[in-house]
């Protein structure tokens, strides 16, 4: 079955109120920024509106290159929600320091931002706002508009430039995260009547593998089912199951899609297996060659169904 389109018509929930990193993922999407936009003010208040059908869909973001997953999305997605991946994007990051005008690093009191942003720019903060107070907020645009209505210049946020203009704030230095690259992940999740999207050639497949116990070998016989299909892993993160110290869920994220047989092959065996695996999505791959192996794998396709049609007008009738 192949998922519904986001169409104009189409409501998507995101972190606001507007500015936040995750409406500029949302607006560099053709499609999505063409939908209805409905801002929330978390990623949990998002994930539960599209669960509850409030809305169709909902973006959150997932992992970062820095402080790696967003557990306040993942840790729901696993434990709290039946809602499956249907895309992936990826967004580079600049963090801002934004303030009143003609605000001095040296009259700052305290950094008002979300808690994931702040990480993000640990190195810097300690070189160059050392001691200065650290509020959290429920996203960094929010930041920005609290600093906006504070009104004062001791104060200051990180956020978007986008934000800082929005609310009428300068920002008074850019790119203060530790590391170059600095990338975050973002995927829109629904339903699962809104359907699973079709292969493409250069897909990923997120699971989430469940032990029985914890006992010597257990992630190796998951892993090991991978390993025997020459099955390629780009995630493997273990997560506390919220039931006992020491018990943990496994996190995969597999290249492919279920509808190649050899990872249905593969989902199909764990599942024998384990007490529970869940299905949290198989969906198009982001990446800045993704369309470039997404074609290749098309034209492979294509020129390897050209040559089974050709051998089978050869058989004998």
């Known amino acids: 079955m192949q998922a519904t389109a986001v169409t ?32 929330f003010p978390s990623f949990w208040d998002v994930l539960a509106a599209v669960g509850e059908g409030v809305t169709d ?6 992992e970062n290159s820095i402080e790696g997953s967003v557990n306040v999305t993942l840790d729901p997605l696993i434990f709290s929600h039946e809602l499956l991946i249907v895309r992936e994007m990826q ?8 303030g009143a005008a003609g605000t001095r690093l040296d009259q700052v009191k305290k950094v008002v931002s979300m808690p994931v942003a702040t990480a993000q720019c640990r190195t810097w903060l300690s070189q160059h706002l050392k001691g200065v107070e650290q509020e959290a907020s429920s996203s960094t645009s929010e930041a920005v508009r609290r600093v906006a209505e504070e009104k004062d ?33 973002f995927v829109l999740v629904a339903r699962p009547d809104w359907g699973i999207p079709g292969p493409t050639g250069h897909d990923k497949t997120t699971i989430v593998c469940f032990q029985s116990s914890d006992h010597p070998g257990s992630l190796h016989m998951i892993l090991g089912q991978f390993a025997a299909r020459n099955l390629n892993l780009t995630k493997l993160e273990s997560r506390p199951t919220k039931k ?6 496994f996190v995969i994220d597999i ?20 007490p529970q695996l869940k299905f949290l999505g198989s969906y198009p791959a982001a990446g800045d060659d993704g369309e470039r192996r997404r074609q290749a794998a ?4 294509l020129a390897a169904d050209n040559w089974i049609q050709d051998l089978r007008k050869r058989l004998h009738k």
């Open 255 to 274: 290249q492919g899609h279920v509808a190649d047989e050899v990872v249905a092959d593969c989902l199909r065996d764990l599942h024998a297996t384990l």
């Open 298 to 301: 098309s034209e492979a396709w």
């Open 153 to 185: 210049a001791r104060v200051v946020a990180i956020g978007t430039g986008h934000a800082a203009k929005l609310y009428g704030l300068e920002v008074l230095e850019t790119g203060i995260e530790d590391h170059d690259g600095n990338t975050t992940r």
């Open 57 to 62: 869909v909902g973006l959150v973001a997932l």
């Open 244 to 249: 006992a110290l020491g018990e943990y869920c």
């Open 8 to 39: 104009e018509g189409t409501t998507i929930a995101y972190l606001g109120p507007a500015g936040t990193f995750t409406e500029a993922a949302l607006l560099g999407q053709p499609d999505l920024a063409r939908a209805k936009r409905v801002p």
């Open 91 to 98: 967004l580079s990051v600049a963090q801002c320091l934004v």
